[in-house]
Nanobody, 123 residues
Framework: VQLQAFGGGLVQAGGSLRLSCAAS????????MAWFRQDAGQEREIVVV???????YYQDSVKGRFTASRDTAKNTMYLQMNNLKPEDTGVYYC??????????????????WGQGTQVTVSS
């Protein structure tokens, strides 16, 4: 099982980025998938969860700005990030929970992680 995250970069506040997470060895719509982020000196935090059913959960701070989606044909998950803010800065990780745990907001529920992609938002 492998997840590869890419698409990060440096952007000014108010700008947009789209992150991608390509999965191999697992099927996105059979697993709970998530994006987490971690800034220097901070704990890893949930950004969005896409359940195997397709329903989503967004962290309050990104609601209305970020949109998660998946392309089952490409087995790839996306995170469209609009109106980016400096506080969105961090390393973004995609993750998979093959057991479909109940605790979807807990990073310990996820057993497969991508390598992370850096997002930096300048003010």
């Amino acid at each position: 099982v492998q997840l590869q995250a890419f698409g990060g970069g440096l952007v000014q506040a108010g700008g947009s980025l789209r992150l991608s997470c390509a999965a191999s060895g697992l099927t996105l719509n059979r697993n709970t998938m998530a994006w987490f982020r971690q800034d220097a000196g901070q704990e890893r935090e949930i950004v969005v969860v896409i359940r195997w059913s397709g329903s989503t959960y967004y962290q309050d701070s990104v609601k209305g700005r970020f949109t998660a989606s998946r392309d089952t044909a490409k087995n790839t998950m996306y995170l469209q990030m609009n109106n980016l803010k400096p506080e969105d800065t961090g390393v973004y990780y995609c993750a998979a929970d093959k057991d479909r745990s109940v605790a979807i907001l807990d990073s310990r529920s996820y057993d497969c992680w991508g390598q992370g992609t850096q997002v930096t938002v300048s003010s």
